[in-house]
């Protein structure tokens, strides 16, 4: 909402995590953000906000303990059957709604399929700015706004974002981008219960059926220790045999870059980059990666990288802890022999 004389910055308060449920679990992205909102609500010295998460769904009892446990000081439940599937226009007037009631500060959300549809639609009923995919959030000390940052320009520039005249501020962020806290089982919040009106289930749209998830998309990297990726170095589909090879002997799961994506090599489940997923693995490998910026900023927050390239000047070599300079037709077997011998 635009900023008026009447209606100043100061108005508005606390920041808002927009939760989510998948199979009937906590996102872990949610996770993730309630530790980065108590970063920012602790920075915002000027005002002393809150933590809230904002939960929509069906049968949602019970959830709130975890999500006090992970720093939110009050969790907004809207619990109704018109949410137990997810539709866009309900939720956003929902959403938008209890934006106008409560006056937050900041709204961040997960990068998820949800978000992305949901975000931009509340943004534009709420007449404030979204920024999307933020690899960063920080307070401006001096103006206490939201400093939102994200690649720009396919990832050949880094942007920070302000948005000085609306509220709430929002942005929407990938699961790994941050690490979730560690959970204090010691403590409790707010508990607030919401409704969804009459007039806000009104919608065109209506569930025909429900379909599994293809063994494809359960692909997830999000929860691998070790990620092994192959990059256009691995030259055609038959290259990934050894990156598979290799992911199974340290128990690990196998990434991609856009390029092999792109040439069909391997699915789009295992992209990590700019265009896919963000993964902070405690190993990545990288195999004939390049290491362009669109890859990564979906990596460089990995705990110790390993580089593997014929080129000792690729960007990825001089990111990595070890730098290993061969042809990965060579060295990827003989790493991966080595280690199916422990």
């Known amino acids: 909402m635009k ?17 989510e449920i998948v199979e009937g679990q906590v996102h872990k992205v949610t996770l993730e953000l309630l530790g980065i909102a108590k970063e920012l609500a602790d920075k915002h010295t000027s005002k002393k906000c809150k933590v809230v998460c904002l939960l929509m769904g069906s049968k949602l009892v019970g959830y709130e303990l975890e999500l006090f446990h992970k720093f939110a000081d009050r969790v907004i439940i809207v619990d109704d059957e018109s949410l137990k599937y997810f539709n866009d226009a309900i939720y956003a ?28 639609l509340v943004a534009v009923k709420i007449e404030t700015g979204l920024t999307a995919d933020c690899t960063g959030l920080d307070i401006d ?24 005249n609306h509220r709430p501020q929002m942005s929407t962020v990938r699961q790994g981008v941050f690490k979730s806290m560690e959970a204090d089982k010691t403590r409790t919040g707010e508990l607030i219960s919401e409704t969804v009106l009459e007039e806000e289930k009104n919608t065109r749209f209506t569930v025909l059926s429900e379909e599994a998830y293809s063994e494809d998309s359960k692909i997830n990297l999000h929860d691998a220790n070790v990620i092994v990726t192959g990059g256009r170095g691995v030259k055609n589909p038959e290259g990934f045999k050894i990156i598979h090879e290799l992911a199974g002997a340290v128990k690990g799961a196998v990434g991609a870059t856009r390029a092999t994506i792109d040439s069909g090599w391997i699915s789009y489940a295992h992209q990590v980059g700019q265009t ?10 990288a195999c004939g ?36 300079v061969g042809d990965l037709f060579e060295v990827v077997p003989v790493i991966t022999k080595l280690l199916s011998n422990y």
């Open 276 to 285: 896919g997923l963000t993964v902070q693995p405690e190993v990545y490998i």
């Open 3 to 19: 900023l008026t004389e009447s209606d100043i910055a100061d108005n508005y308060n606390d920041v808002w995590v927009l939760g």
């Open 289 to 324: 990666v390049s290491g362009q910026i669109q890859h990564l900023v979906g990596m460089q927050s990995s705990d110790f990288i390993i580089a593997i390239n014929k080129d000792p000047d690729a960007p990825i070599m001089q990111l990595a802890d070890v730098a290993i």
């Open 93 to 120: 007037s929902v959403v938008s709604r209890l934006i106008k009631k409560y006056k937050p500060e900041i709204l961040i959300s997960g990068a998820t399929s949800k978000g992305r549809s949901l975000m931009p």
């Open 141 to 164: 000390k001096e103006t206490g706004l939201l400093l939102q940052t994200r690649p720009a320009y396919g990832g050949n520039i880094i942007a920070t974002i302000k948005c000085e």
